[in-house]
């Protein structure tokens, strides 16, 4: 029996926006507020589809399918914009990051990945995709509206490619590696 393998599908964020959003939860850090487990700006995506603990027969097939949706699909810039809670901001467990340019694409690109990988076995989440980068979690549900009051946009960044990554859960938190990447490589003017 094969060893499962903990992963997921994203889209990178590249280092210009990286290094603002570094910046900015600096800021955050320093505020008084209620405790959050801040990400490491290393390890920031925008998850397209979470497939959890999953077999090497299922990414060999998820990575033809994903390679076959990238080849669809192309380029796009993408801007990052506005800070947000889940539930909400007085009872949030997690502080996230929406999109605002690039917003329809990459929707558009979860779509055909969820699409494509649900041809191969995957069962996707039955709520609505929300595009955002996930900023901090909070172990208690607490009051951020302090930090969603942040006003916060990224530089536009040009999103090339879909990542499959691997993700290794540790005492010291998540360690992510790329287990292939798919270029974004349709031809403009060609069917998608």
Not at 138 to 153: C, G, I, K
Request: net charge neutral; proline share 6%; hydrophobic share 45%.
């Amino acid at each position: 029996m094969s060893e499962a393998i903990r992963s997921f599908v994203a889209v990178s964020i590249l280092e210009g926006a990286r290094g603002q959003i570094a910046e900015l939860l600096g800021r955050l850090r320093r505020e008084a507020g209620p405790t959050v487990r801040w990400v490491r700006p290393e390890l920031m995506h925008l998850t397209l589809a979470f497939l959890g603990e999953v077999s090497q027969d299922f990414l060999d097939s998820a990575k033809e399918q994903l390679s076959e949706v990238a080849g669809r699909r192309e380029p796009f810039v993408m801007q990052l914009k506005g800070l947000g809670a889940f539930p909400d901001q007085w009872r949030a467990r997690v502080v996230w990051l929406g999109t605002d340019q690039g917003r329809t694409e990459v929707c558009a690109l979860q779509k055909d990945v969820v699409r494509a990988l649900s041809s191969v076995g995957y069962q996707p989440e039955r709520r609505p995709f929300s595009p955002h980068l996930t900023l901090g979690r909070l172990r208690v549900p607490d009051d951020v509206s302090t930090a969603v009051a942040v006003q916060f946009v990224t530089e536009a960044f040009t999103v090339d490619r879909v990542v499959l990554f691997r993700s290794v859960l540790g005492s010291g938190g998540p360690a992510y590696s790329v287990l292939a990447e798919f270029p974004l490589s349709c031809n403009p003017g060609q069917p998608a």
